[in-house]
């Protein structure tokens, strides 16, 4: 067949950086972050996190092609904030909410594991 191998939709290829940065000439404030190796999952979870931010104009992301396991997200800030503050907070705002969930789910995963060892 001609499709790719699964794996290359997840293994970051080597020499290849995770996410690369492009600043944007003809607007002030603004740049293009490129993410390797991932899709819809995490463009809009970390939209919708840049989002919140109050010192964020525009965020937004798109994939350039199905076949091409990349997103490209878009940041325009004020000048209170630079595209890459922005970035990094709201990736910093993201391992902390899923560190939360995490810690939650396995609080109760433990409350009821005990249950079931009383007989309830």
Do not use: C
């Not at 999952?41 to 840049?50: A, E």
């Not at 904030?81 to 609080?107: C, H, M, V």
């Amino acid at each position: 067949m001609n499709a790719p191998d699964r794996y290359e939709r997840f293994v970051v290829p080597e020499g290849t950086k995770k996410v690369s940065y492009e600043r944007d000439t003809k607007i002030v404030n603004a740049a293009s972050f490129t993410v390797e190796r991932e899709d819809h999952t995490i463009g809009n979870i970390l939209r919708m996190q840049l989002h919140r931010d109050p010192n964020v104009l525009f965020a937004g992301y798109k994939l350039p092609h199905p076949l091409q396991y990349k997103i490209i997200v878009r940041i325009q800030t004020t000048s209170q904030s630079s595209p890459t503050q922005a970035y990094n907070q709201a990736i910093d705002d993201l391992d902390k909410e899923l560190d939360y969930l995490k810690k939650g789910f396995e609080d109760d995963k433990n409350r009821y594991e005990e249950k079931l060892r009383q007989g309830y």
